[in-house]
């Protein structure tokens, strides 16, 4: 989306909400950090004369997609939100749905596996309460502190991730679960791929609902909303 609006030629500014140590440059005037919630980002659109905002958060990042809406509606300033297609099983997939990382967390009861953890570190200490498994961590950063759990190994890699990558990475961790989140796109779905090829169940937590808002799952349908033809 960034290489497409630096393309064109439009004023526009990247902001990244400063999860991961490096996050990867952009062709735009780039910030990063917070805007101090809906009313702070409502005045930095003011203060910033912008015209148009594109949401394209990850689709877990829910309070900041709401603080769009909500500092949209405060401007007057039309938004429109740019997510990847969600992930949808085949008849080949064993996926056990749940809501959220407690209920994942829960569904984790039982004899001890090696279970793979591909949700990101925000929430890996929800997973100490299962402390009878072995948990492989995909993390984008090495940690700074060690996460509160009692059997873990960590591997440190960034995406888009390969099929022929993700297959080693089950074999050679001994994966028997995995947990992720349905962020959907093409970047990440190798590792279901591979859970598939292998028999290897999924814990697959649902996205969380939002408000209705204008929603697309292309680049091209942006560009045509920023030209003003949808």
Not at 58 to 66: D, L, N, Y
Request: aromatic content about 6%; hydrophobic content about 45%.
């Amino acid at each position: 989306m960034a290489s497409a609006v630096s393309q064109r030629g439009f004023s526009a500014m990247f902001s990244y909400a400063g999860r991961v140590n490096a996050p990867k440059a952009q062709p735009l005037p780039t910030r990063v950090g917070g805007f101090g919630g809906a009313d702070g980002l409502a005045a930095f659109i003011t203060q910033q004369r912008i015209t148009h905002i594109i949401d394209a958060t990850h689709p877990f990042a829910t309070q900041m997609s709401r603080n769009v809406l909500a500092a949209a509606q405060q401007t007057g300033v039309p938004a429109i939100a740019l997510t990847r297609p969600a992930w949808v099983p085949t008849t080949h997939d064993n996926w056990q749905h749940v809501a959220s990382v407690e209920e994942a967390v829960n569904a984790l009861e039982g004899p001890p596996h090696r279970v793979l953890l591909a949700i990101g570190r925000m929430h890996l200490a929800a997973f100490s309460a299962q402390p009878q498994h072995h948990y492989v961590l995909r993390l984008v950063d090495q940690p700074t502190a060690p996460p509160p759990l009692a059997r873990f190994t960590t591997t440190v890699d960034r995406g888009p991730f390969t099929l022929e990558g993700d297959l080693a990475l089950l074999k050679t961790q001994r994966i028997e679960r995995i947990v992720c989140k349905n962020a959907g796109g093409e970047g990440a779905v190798s590792k279901l791929d591979a859970a598939r090829a292998l028999g290897v169940p999924v814990i697959m937590i649902d996205r969380p609902a939002l408000p209705a808002r204008h929603e697309v799952h292309s680049v091209d349908e942006v560009l045509a909303w920023l030209n003003g033809r949808s």
